[in-house]
């Protein structure tokens, strides 16, 4: 008899708006180790800054590498700061406007400066979802009752506040939060991660009616990056990744 364990699965969809590039990056990696679980992370660039779209994609893939270095347990703002730690060190070879750039995502000199805004998670088979993130991205359950919940203001019992500001470069240490496995309702079935782009432009009822009901997480993915972008008519970047988590048993027991 053979054991199978089923992994969380990820989907990207990353749209432009009506921007003239794309400052959105985005990354996953997936992990033996045990538990089984995947690393995700997703960066929003900032507008006026020409080479945070750089920053962003550095950063997504910095902090995926580097999630085999940390027990996926531990919150991922370990990751965000290791990743704010190893930026500078790409740049300082670069021109100088484009170092200082890479400097300011790590807040070198003023914690008020992060230039880009960074939501690290991981996710492993028994459900439990653990984010760390710096700025105005965004992370949302969907349970298995079709709840809505999202993690990155602290409170995932309430409705996100309309009136939030953009965080982006508020904090010097990045904030976490996390989703532990559970046996009731609450468990989670799907993870969605996304950037301002997309969290700005749909109400939540609308991302959860997506998530609920998306047939596969590249569909719920691309549905809700194009819905983003139809709903302004000046759009953003918009860009997801959806997590399928595994069900409650995801050892399953196959005769060979």
Known sequence: MTRIVQRPRAAISTRPGNRDTNQDAAAVADY????????????DGHDTNKYSGLIADAAVRMATVQGAAVDHRQRPARLVELTRAVIPQIGQFAARPIALQFWDFADIDDPTRANTALLVATVDHFGAVHIGWLGDVRAYIL????????????????????????????????????????????RARRVLLCTSGLHRALPDSEIRTVLADAATREDAAHEL?????????????ATAIV???????????VVR
């Open 243 to 253: 997590i399928d988590v595994p069900p409650s048993n995801p050892r399953l027991s």
């Open 32 to 43: 033996d180790a045990t538990p089984a679980h995947i690393v995700a992370a997703i960066a």
């Open 143 to 186: 349970t298995h009752t079709a709840a809505l919940y999202f993690l990155t203001n602290g409170d995932r019992t309430r409705p996100p506040n309309p009136d939030r500001r953009d965080t982006l470069g508020s904090h010097d240490h990045p904030e976490s939060a996390n989703w532990p496995t559970s046996n009731s309702g609450h």
């Open 225 to 237: 990056t194009a819905r983003a972008v139809a709903a302004s008519a000046d759009p953003d970047n």
